[in-house]
């Protein structure tokens, strides 16, 4: 009787174990995965394409209607700090100046071991100044 149970133990265990929908970082860190949902424009109000959004490692360019997600992986902290950056100098039609942003994710679904879940933010939307002069290269004879 008791080697019965046991066996059923260990077949609970085992199908535990090969869950799918179990997302297990072996290394035993604890981690979450993050998406970020935003628009990027200028003083206007009119979409910013080729600006650089960057968080914890991953960054994106926006799109042509200024709009970027942005998707990543993290530690314990759902606190992410994001960037935005103008990489493409003139193509998107001026020098824009850079900004960021502390978001805070939100709990969207999932726990299992270190694995934290997923967090999400939507509606991370920023307005980049147009404008600014570049600042010379030091390295590009005048």
């Known amino acids: 009787m008791r ?10 265990m085992i199908l535990t174990a090969c869950n799918k929908d179990s997302e297990q970082d072996w290394t035993g860190m604890q981690y979450y995965e ?3 949902f935003g628009k ?6 009119n979409p910013i394409k080729g600006i650089s959004v960057s968080a914890s490692g991953v960054s994106v ?9 942005l998707k990543g992986q993290g530690g314990t902290n759902t606190t992410v700090y994001v960037s935005f950056a103008d990489v493409d100098v003139a193509d998107n039609g001026g020098l824009y100046g850079g900004a960021s942003r502390s978001v805070e994710l939100e709990y969207v679904k999932g726990k299992h071991g270190p694995f934290l879940g997923l967090f999400r933010k939507i509606g991370v939307d ?7 002069t570049p600042v010379p290269d030091p390295n590009t004879p005048v």
Do not use: C, H, P, Q
Not at 40 to 45: E, L, M, Y
Not at 126 to 132: A, F, I, N, P, S
């Open 126 to 132: 920023v307005t980049l100044v147009l404008g600014l």
């Open 61 to 69: 360019l926006t799109k042509a209607d200024g709009s970027y997600e």
């Open 40 to 45: 990027v424009t200028d003083n206007s109000g």
């Open 34 to 36: 993050f998406e970020i």
């Open 3 to 12: 080697l019965r149970y046991l066996f059923l133990l260990v077949v609970l």
